[in-house]
């Protein structure tokens, strides 16, 4: 069975996106992660596979549920960090019976959805499929039940431009094969964000209305 599991947490204004809230202010950061997430996950649900919801923080279940809706299947995220997060995430995955899994975060909410079935695809063949991101991370990364790595998701320096490069390194010295995607843009800063504004007027507007209402005061 193959299986999709979208990462993300509720969209707290505050507590999502600090990195582009320091420049856009909290309240869009939080309206522009609700925006992404929205974007990635009707992008997942265009396929017709499987898919599950792994939010946080646990405590925001209910808000999450009442956001997005009772039709979807949700796990809460479990582990101290992000590696043991998602090592957990896919453990239990195979364990309710997936054998293919791919995992992508809302970072990214206009990657090509041709990436998942690429991914699926890939796992036919390769241990390990990977999406890496522009600033060095990955937004998309896949494996099956037969060739878990576990190593993938420690002693990685989490947030940092070295993520892709140290998840490689773990892989071939854990004997995994790996299949790298396309590259593409997580929407982190605002060099990213006016990228991804250029093709993408809903999520323009957003902004366009957040400083409206802020009085134009972007340094909140």
Known sequence: MKRIIVFLKYPEPGLVKTRLAAEVGVEAAARLAR????QTLAS???LGLP???CFAPVEREAAVRAWLGQGLV???QQGADLGERM???FLAAFGRGAEDVVLVGTDAPDRPVEFLSEALAGLEEYGVV???ALDGGYHLIAMSARNFAPEAFCGIEWSTPQV???TLDALRQAGRSVQVLPPWRDIDDRAGLDDYLEGHPQ???LLARSVQGNGGNHDE
Request: hydrophobic content about 50%.
């Open 44 to 46: 997942v649900v265009s």
């Open 35 to 38: 925006h992404f997430a929205e």
């Open 203 to 205: 999520a323009a507007a």
């Open 130 to 132: 990977l999406g890496p």
């Open 51 to 53: 898919m599950e919801v």
């Open 87 to 89: 090592k957990n995430a």
């Open 74 to 76: 949700y796990q809460p």
């Open 164 to 166: 892709l490069a140290q």
